[in-house]
Nanobody, 126 residues
Framework: VQLQASGGGLVQAGGSLRLSCAAS????????MGWFRQAPGAEREFVSR????????YYADSVKGRFTISRDNAKNTVYLQMNSLKPEDTAVYYC????????????????????WGQGTEVTVSS
C-alpha cells in the first residue's frame, strides 16, 4: 500500500484545514488508518485512528472535539478535518495503515502500523 497525504498549508489560529490521504491498491478497506503528527523538535504523536469499517474511531485528547477523522473506502481515501486550529497543532502530519485490528493502548501506538505516507505540513499562525 502506498499512501499520499495532502491538504496541509498555512492557516491562522481558529481556522480549518482538511487533510486527505489517498491509498493505492484495492485493499484499502482491509486496513485501519491513522493520523500522526510530529512538531519540530518533538516526537511523533498519535492524532486519530479509524477502523476499516469506520465504526471505531479514536482521538488524542488534544484534538478531541476539534478534529474529525473519516474515510471513503470507494475512493481509497482517509480524511482529517481540522477545525479551531491552534498554533500548537503546527506539525507535519502523517497518515498510516495498519492491517491488524487494535485493542487497548495499541490503538494509539505508532509501532503497529505497516505503511506510512510522506507527510503534509500544517502551520498555524497566532
Amino acid at each position: 500500500v502506498q499512501l499520499q497525504a495532502s491538504g496541509g498549508g498555512l492557516v491562522q489560529a481558529g481556522g480549518s484545514l482538511r487533510l486527505s490521504c489517498a491509498a493505492s491498491g484495492r485493499t484499502f478497506s482491509t486496513y485501519d488508518m491513522g493520523w500522526f503528527r510530529q512538531a519540530p523538535g518533538a516526537e511523533r504523536e498519535f492524532v486519530s485512528r479509524i477502523s476499516r469499517s469506520g465504526g471505531m474511531i479514536y482521538y488524542a485528547d488534544s484534538v478531541k472535539g476539534r478534529f474529525t477523522i473519516s474515510r471513503d473506502n470507494a475512493k481509497n481515501t482517509v480524511y482529517l478535518q481540522m477545525n479551531s486550529l491552534k498554533p500548537e497543532d503546527t506539525a507535519v502530519y502523517y497518515c498510516a495503515a495498519d492491517r491488524n485490528y487494535c485493542s487497548g493502548y495499541r490503538c494509539y501506538d505508532d509501532n503497529v502500523y505497516d505503511y506510512w505516507g510522506q507527510g503534509t505540513e500544517v502551520t498555524v499562525s497566532s
